[in-house]
């Protein structure tokens, strides 16, 4: 997977979507293609595609009207139709419709000192989409300055501010997705790094605006002093919050934890989701390693660890899992650090870190 760079020159939403389509205009219309077929495979028909994306719109200009800008700048840049725009950052939503995905393990540990919480996550996805993603350096119209990894067409997935906060995001499935119009996961985790310095103030934003998908938002944060860290579990039938205690690990995956929303649990599919889970818990201190890629370097060695997902090739096309990325977060300094491999295959391959530019920079990368 190929993982770009680009550096926004402007906080003017419409102009930086105007900009970033333009210059991405091929990578967001091969996204387009793909996730269209996707859907076709997955038993959802463009038109039903379009449909879902057309209630996202609505939804996002009502409850992100900033986002929904730098969409409409996006649309005009690249030439892609403004539902195609919309489609792209609501494919979570769409698929809830018919066919839950699996993706990504996360683990957090919480110091119980001055120092900043220590994280690492997989992001798991289908084997033959996404080979192009593109991590964000932004300026948002709150005034807070993100870096986000994030596919093509989507406004922010990992990520982190200059306020101390930093978001990780997995998948979940509940029998309430789709049962309802709402805003997309994916808008959600751009209106928490653009407005929250604390998980309250991250949790308090989940439940301000209506979900029709289910995800895990895992929040981090720290204000020089103390850290904080708490999973955010969120969907159609309600959010749900799990704080980690100071000097102890917290953990997920992609199944629910909370027990009211377990209750719903849907996942149509084999899993494995709870075995992830259970190597992350098992290996809990691994989570306290300072340095980020040795940290990744020692999950990455547990012998047959099943958070390095591999491509089953005996698996329809559509319902091929693999990790394509694992990334920590460093919110004390406004950075991620990565390697476009599974934590098993992080010893070969190029360790990187992208934060927050000094300046306003003439050119993306």
Partial sequence: MIVHEWTSETADQHEEGRRLGAHWAPQLLAARDSYLRLFLQSGVSAEMARSIAEECRTMTETHAPDVAEEFRGVAEGSGLPLTDVHLLTARTEILARMTPSMECS?????????????????WDWHETLSNETVVRRLHSASGARVVTFSEFGQPAKIGVNDRGLGLHFNILHHRSDGSRAGVPVHV??????????????????????????SSVLTVVSFDGTTPEAAAVEVSPAGVAVLSAPRGRTLAHTNHFLDETLAAGEYSPYETTSVPRYRCLTDAGELARIVDDRDRALAFGAIPGAPISV??????????????????????AHGALAFAAAAPADVAVAEWRRVGMADELMSAGR
């Avoid at 103030?201 to 998908?213: D, F, K, M």
């Fill in 106 to 122: 996360t683990v957090v540990y919480v110091p119980d000192d001055a120092t900043p919480p220590r994280t690492m996550q997989t």
């Fill in 188 to 213: 959600l985790a751009r209106m928490i790094l653009d407005g929250a310095r604390t998980v309250a103030e991250a949790v308090e934003i989940s439940r301000s605006v209506p979900l029709a998908a």
């Fill in 310 to 331: 591999r491509a089953r090739p005996e698996q329809p096309e559509h319902l091929r899992w693999e990790t394509k990325l694992t990334v920590a977060l460093d919110v």
